[in-house]
């Protein structure tokens, strides 16, 4: 990574790692030592940002050495009081989940019953010492741990975390200690950055959709100190033209909530139908899925109704594989409403699984009702089914176990152009084999970039090499030899964002997006 970045902006610096845990600081402290080293063997130029063992505790940073560097920011997180910031947490042992609405600061009116299952553990300490512990001088004085260390060492200092989590705090008082916080924070001359942006200790209202203008939680952006944008009611309307779900990338508007086992690779090298990635999927059990979020639900009813189809690419290696692709339309507040399944089977009838790219093209008005699984109960479908309010799509191995059988996926969309081209693999070589092959890529390089024309290719190679133009739906409209160093005129083409892409007679490979201009 150093050299990579070594050259790139001032604003740019490593962190050594987020959070180190489960480790002495003796252990530790001289393995960050070796990676800082190690970056400054290639980049003299960048800060790098250190931390002490203990998840970052402001209580281990005295135990770090004096590093010989000076270009460091010393980092600590903060979270305390633990018991007010992470009520409802699931992710530590014993479970907080059973947490609520504990006040900040400390107040005996509100303060709720401690569950009897947490009696006799840590977490039941937490309780017991919360009136002295959850206070704003208390607040202040863990702080100052980190500020003392800063005069002592003379060194930058930056609180790279801090927090409380969302859905079971009380939204006031949740505010309150982000307000004191940051407020001390900031007297203390101290550089910060909150935890998180979406999710649970996020900036977004509790039960908006996420969305940048229409969401943003106006009491706790107040509270630190930021420049409030413009908010408007989000309007759902129906989709009127399709829309990209995966390309090298998952779109801005998905989000990703997969549960699976096995290997689940978003940005898979393996043979890209194009473009720089595809995802790769193996060792998945039963009922495990990959989990395209629809960040906000979406109105698919006048796509579904015009015609548009789910579109990709997909590519398997055992005639015996199948899997099921389904939209859920989401549950509402009506009892009787369930997340209702439509979708459909893939397997060895739909395509062939020979280790080679197939188009799929299936219109939205083609999936089938296929019912829904709720609470641990299965319910046959009653034609209740909405487009008007797709929350998510899915890939499930529903009749088996992948198991060992590979699955490839690419330029996942919603379209009504059936007009993709699969890539063929003409080395001579099975696709695994390709795969277990060690494949050295090169770089591309394309300007002016936006072109209203002309464009140069740069490849770095050392012989000629393939390219080719493809539409973002992957049809292929320019294809030829070029040498390393080339000349394109595009001035024919029609305006609009295109994939040019590049390889050589041994599989390496690179692509970049292109922007033609016209006037």
């Known amino acids: 990574m150093a050299m990579a970045f070594k050259d790139r902006s001032g604003y740019l610096c490593y962190e050594v790692l987020n959070e180190p845990h489960g480790i002495a600081d003796a252990i530790w402290n001289p393995i960050q030592q070796q990676v800082v080293e190690t970056i400054r063997q290639y980049d003299t130029t960048h800060y790098i940002v250190v931390g002490p063992a203990g998840w970052n505790s402001y209580n ?4 770090m050495p004096v590093y010989n560097d000076d270009k460091l920011i010393y980092t600590f997180h903060f979270y305390d009081p633990f018991l007010f910031t992470h009520q409802g947490a699931s992710w530590v042992t014993p479970s907080m989940e059973g947490i609520e609405n504990v006040p900040f600061p400390y107040d005996a009116a509100q303060m ?7 009696s006799g553990t840590w977490v039941g300490s937490l309780f017991q010492n919360y009136q002295t512990e959850g ?19 003379g060194v930058p200092l930056f609180c790279g975390e801090f927090g409380v989590y969302q859905p079971n705090s009380l939204e006031e008082h949740r505010v309150t ?12 001359h101290i550089a910060w950055t909150m935890w998180d942006y979406h999710g649970g200790f996020g900036l977004f209202e509790e039960d908006g959709e996420g969305l940048f203008d229409h969401d943003l939680n106006i009491p706790l952006l107040e509270a630190l100190d ?41 940005f898979s090298t393996d043979f890209p139908n194009y473009g720089e990635y595809c995802i790769h999927w193996t060792g998945a059990s039963q009922y495990r899925a990959i989990v395209f979020d629809l960040a906000p639900d979406r109105d698919l009813s006048v796509l579904e109704s015009e015609g548009y189809a789910l579109d990709m690419m997909v590519r398997g290696d055992n005639s015996s594989i199948s899997f099921d692709m389904r939209f859920l339309d989401s549950k509402t507040s009506d009892p009787e409403d369930l997340p209702w399944r439509m979708g459909i089977t893939i397997d060895d009838l739909i395509t062939e699984f020979n280790e080679q790219w197939h188009h799929l093209h299936i219109p939205l008005n083609s999936f089938i009702q296929k019912g829904s699984w709720y609470m641990d109960t299965w319910y046959n479908p009653p034609g209740d089914f909405d487009w008007t309010d797709v929350d998510r799509f899915e890939i499930v191995p529903e009749a088996q176990a992948l198991g060992s059988s590979n699955l490839w996926f690419d330029n996942i969309m919603i379209t009504n152009l059936d007009t993709a081209q699969a890539r063929i693999d003409t080395s001579g070589q099975t696709v695994s084999a390709l795969w277990d092959k060690e494949i050295q890529p090169f770089t591309l390089q394309v300007y002016p970039n936006p072109t209203r024309g002309m464009v140069t290719l740069n490849s770095g190679h050392l012989q000629r090499v393939r390219y080719e133009l493809l539409t973002l739906v992957g049809k ?4 030829g030899y070029a040498d390393p160093y080339a000349r394109l005129n595009l001035s024919d083409m029609t305006g609009g964002i295109y994939i040019i892409q590049i390889r050589d007679d041994v599989g390496n490979r690179a692509s970049q997006k292109i922007i033609l201009l016209r006037n």
């Open 60 to 63: 281990n940073l005295d135990a």
């Open 112 to 118: 709720p019953p401690m569950p009897a299952d947490l």
């Open 135 to 153: 206070s704003v001088e208390k607040v202040r004085e863990l702080i100052d741990i980190a500020v003392q260390f800063r005069e002592e060492r």
């Open 177 to 188: 200690w982000y307000r004191e916080v940051r407020t001390y924070l900031d007297s203390m």
């Open 226 to 266: 930021m420049n409030i944008p413009e908010q408007t009611e989000y309007e759902r309307k129906p989709d009127s033209t399709g829309f990209m779900m995966y390309d090298d990338y998952l779109a801005k508007t998905i989000r990703e909530s997969s549960y699976s086992d096995g290997i689940l690779d978003y």
């Open 476 to 479: 292929s409209v320019l294809e």
